[in-house]
Antibody, heavy 121, light 109 residues
Framework: EVQLLESGGGLVQPGGSLRLSCAASGFTFSNYAMSWVRQAPGKGLEWVSALSGSATNTYYADSVKGRFTISRDNSKNTLYLQMNSLRAEDTAIYYC??????????????WGQGTLVTVSS | QSALTQPPSLSGSPEQSVTISCTGTSSDVGGYNYVSWYQQHPGKAPKLMIYDVSRRPSGVPDRFSGSKSGNTASLTISGLQAEDEADYYCCSYAGSSTVFGGGTKLTVL
């Protein structure tokens, strides 16, 4: 059974940093691209970033480019999102999602339950 | 990376059919056959309902179907049931990124 478990969310001040983690199980982690998708309170889904299975291809939404860094440790079956220079508009639930391909972001077949990030002073 | 356009809300009675539209551009919906649809109940994670425009994952009822014409994709739910009341999001591959629609709140009357 595929399981994705996010952690690392919390309250952070504007301009601060936070690192999210997503622990994966139930599939061969290195064979699949992984992604982060966020949802601001009461709003829709927004794709944030993705990383190919081999970690050679990275993808970012314009809204986070230069501030967020996606990475993975295939030996630990874990996906990360390093978030720097956080803004109030980054406040959202951050979901980890699996892509059923090695690098092409065709769709998301499994999702975690999400971790809440709140950026506020 | 502009969001795809969906109607904000739709409603239908039990057993009726509803269709949710999703309009993009030739750089996303119209350029690839990689449109997907997600169902999200309040407080829950999104669930994949349709992928590759019209394919259903195992376990999704065949009441859910997808199609595409040009830059517009559609999700049709036939034989509406109470449990179909949820938010629905379309999503399209766009080359080096992916883009979601703004979401449609479906109410079963």
């Amino acid at each position: 059974e595929v399981q994705l478990l996010e952690s690392g969310g919390g309250l952070v001040q504007p301009g601060g940093s936070l690192r999210l983690s997503c622990a994966a199980s139930g599939f061969t982690f290195s064979n699949y691209a992984m992604s982060w998708v966020r949802q601001a309170p009461g709003k829709g889904l927004e794709w944030v970033s993705a990383l190919s299975g081999s970690a050679t291809n990275t993808y970012y939404a314009d809204s986070v480019k230069g501030r967020f860094t996606i990475s993975r440790d295939n030996s630990k079956n874990t996906l990360y999102l390093q978030m720097n220079s956080l803004r109030a508009e980054d406040t959202a639930i951050y979901y980890c999602a699996k892509v059923p391909r090695l690098w092409q972001l065709v769709h998301f077949d499994y999702w975690g339950q999400g971790t809440l990030v709140t950026v506020s002073s | 990376q502009s969001a795809l356009t969906q109607p904000p809300s739709l409603s239908g009675s039990p057993e009726q059919s509803v269709t949710i539209s999703c309009t993009g551009t030739s750089s996303d919906v119209g350029g690839y056959n990689y449109v997907s649809w997600y169902q999200q109940h309040p407080g829950k994670a999104p669930k994949l309902m349709i992928y590759d425009v019209s394919r259903r994952p195992s376990g999704v009822p065949d009441r859910f179907s997808g199609s595409k014409s040009g830059n517009t994709a559609s999700l049709t739910i036939s034989g509406l049931q109470a449990e179909d009341e949820a938010d629905y999001y379309c999503c399209s591959y766009a080359g080096s990124s992916t883009v979601f629609g703004g979401g449609t709140k479906l109410t079963v009357l």
